[in-house]
């Protein structure tokens, strides 16, 4: 009998001790966005849990597994927050989206958009999607112009014949005859035509890639790098004989090929002195007590940041260097014409130019950051290599604005119509490429 109730009596407490294993909480993760988050719950249900960790989910956000389902397994739910940008395509409205994307790029393709070579981007499509960011995106369209007997090509991403004739700073007259129609919807491979001509000549320039040399300096201390030379391309420029009827290139023939401008290399010194001891414990004891970050010339006052640091010796793809007509215009480094940050003047992108209107050497120029992304390398017809690091408020579109060694300079080059050719980095290619 005892024996019996022995045994009814550890029955009754494996049962009590189950049922309070039961009842204790399990921890389960939780990674909202990337953030992992533990949880100790005994929820049967993946809304359950949510609720009782205080996380809201809104219609857009993405769970896994689904809030309906039961906690999986493995303890562990997903969740993909949406990030609310505004987006704009061509010259359409600024629309707000939540979307779940990656990248800029990501979030074209979602919309069918698959960015072609030139197309305008902004940021650009690698950039990682940021909540509250806006995104531009502008096709650029190739035209064949033909004004009386002369024929260039452009690129354009104007929307009518009109606008591209404006754009390319072509005035009209009521005695012109235009084809097509000014009212006519721009598209690419568009022929366009003003005094209709049959035999047309076409220039077409081309920059040559120069070549990087790097020469050892015993002068400079090792690991330090110098430009003594800045890199300028060539500039071919083919001429073409074109035959047109009724607004339409009928034949296209290569007559004649001139170099205009020679390559000339860019030359890189690399320091190789070795400091000694005592130069070194002397720079140690100069050397600032502040964490500063060496790595960058740009200082965090920047009040557009840079995506990536210019290097002299970034590779550049000038089989892909794209022609622009700008309007130019020129500005100074004067501290009284500018706001300073400690004295110190800088560019919008945090590059200090108290003292100086080079970067690596090249001519420092202000743009639009949705037409040429700021660090990008420019090749100015009549300047040579420039690169842009600085913006401003009355620099929108194709106008770029020059920085000058003096307000006089300034004043004497006034503005004026320039042709320029943006050169990408050879990555940044193949990102669009790959996108």
């Known amino acids: 009998m005892m024996i019996r109730r022995f045994v009814l009596s550890v029955g009754v407490i494996v049962v009590a001790v189950s049922a309070y294993v039961m009842m204790q909480p399990e921890k389960i993760t939780i990674i909202d966005n990337g953030v992992k988050i533990e949880h100790d719950t005994q929820a049967d249900s993946v809304i359950e849990v949510l609720t009782e960790a205080g996380i809201t989910i ?16 493995e303890r562990v739910i997903h969740i993909e927050r ?4 505004s987006l704009q395509i061509g010259y359409g409205q600024m629309e707000t989206i939540d979307t779940r994307e990656r990248t800029v790029g990501d979030v074209l393709l979602r919309y069918g958009v698959s960015v072609r070579e030139g197309d305008d981007v902004y940021p650009s499509v690698r950039t990682p999607i940021t909540s509250g960011m806006t995104i531009r995106y502008q096709p650029v369209v ?33 005695k012109d005859t235009v084809v097509p129609a000014l009212t006519a919807e721009v598209r690419d491979g568009m022929t366009i035509t003003v005094n209709m001509s049959r035999d047309v000549v076409q220039y077409e320039n081309r920059l040559i890639p120069f070549e990087i040399i790097e020469e050892e300096d015993a002068t400079l201390a090792a690991g330090t790098t ?18 047109v009827e009724n607004g339409t290139i ?48 740009f200082r965090e006052e920047a009040e557009i940041k840079i995506e990536e640091t210019p290097r002299a010796d970034d590779v550049l793809d000038f089989t892909s260097a794209k022609q622009l007509l700008v309007e130019a215009t020129a500005y100074t480094n004067n501290a009284e014409d500018t706001v300073t940050y ?20 090249m001519r420092i120029i202000a ?62 290619k193949e990102g669009t490429d790959n996108a």
């Open 142 to 174: 190739a035209l064949d112009l033909i004004i009386g007997d002369d024929a260039s090509k452009v690129y354009t991403m104007a929307s009518t014949v009109e606008e591209a004739l404006r754009e390319a700073r072509i005035e009209i007259s009521d």
């Open 342 to 361: 400690d004295g110190r003047v800088l560019t919008r992108s945090g590059y200090d130019v108290t003292d100086t209107i080079l970067y690596e050497g």
């Open 250 to 297: 009928t034949n296209r023939t290569e007559t004649d090929v001139e170099m205009v401008q020679t390559v000339r290399p860019q030359i890189i010194k690399v320091g190789t002195k070795v400091a000694t001891e005592r130069e070194a414990e002397f720079e140690a004891a100069e050397a600032p007590t502040e964490t500063v970050d060496s790595t960058s010339p």
């Open 82 to 85: 949406a990030q609310t940008v």
């Open 226 to 243: 110098e430009v003594s030379q800045v890199g300028v391309p060539g500039l071919e420029r083919t001429r073409y004989a074109l035959t």
């Open 58 to 73: 809104d219609e857009a956000d993405y769970v896994t597994p689904a809030l309906s389902a039961d906690v999986p397994p």
């Open 367 to 428: 743009v639009d950051p949705a037409v040429i992304p700021l660090g990008t390398r420019v090749y100015i017809e009549g300047f040579g290599m420039a690169i842009a690091l600085d913006t401003g408020s009355a620099i929108k579109g194709n106008i770029i604005d020059i920085m000058m060694d003096t307000k006089e300079e300034a004043v004497t080059f006034g503005r004026k119509p320039l042709t320029i050719w943006v050169i990408p980095k050879q990555e940044e």
